[in-house]
């Protein structure tokens, strides 16, 4: 029963939250939008600018463990 009234609460307050959205505030809401869009961008530019310094430096450890493994299979066999 009480998950039953959760989701239906939960529903109520969706819907509430979206005709406030719409009819009450809607201007409000476009400023609010369109002012998280920004630091949405400058972020989101962040974590990429991030995980493509992360990615290089993978692929350099990657490339100088396997020459380092190349060289230690030539060793071996002489």
Request: aromatic residues 10%; proline residues 3%.
């Amino acid at each position: 029963m009480g998950k039953a009234l959760a989701i239906l609460l939960g529903l109520i307050a969706m819907a509430g939250g979206v005709y406030l959205a719409i009819f009450v505030w809607r201007q409000e809401f476009i400023d609010l939008v369109f002012g998280f869009i920004p630091p949405v961008l400058f972020l989101g530019g962040i974590i990429a600018f991030i995980a493509g310094i992360s990615s290089i430096k993978d692929a350099a450890r990657t490339k100088k463990i396997e020459q380092e493994t190349e060289e230690e299979v030539e060793e071996e066999k002489e």
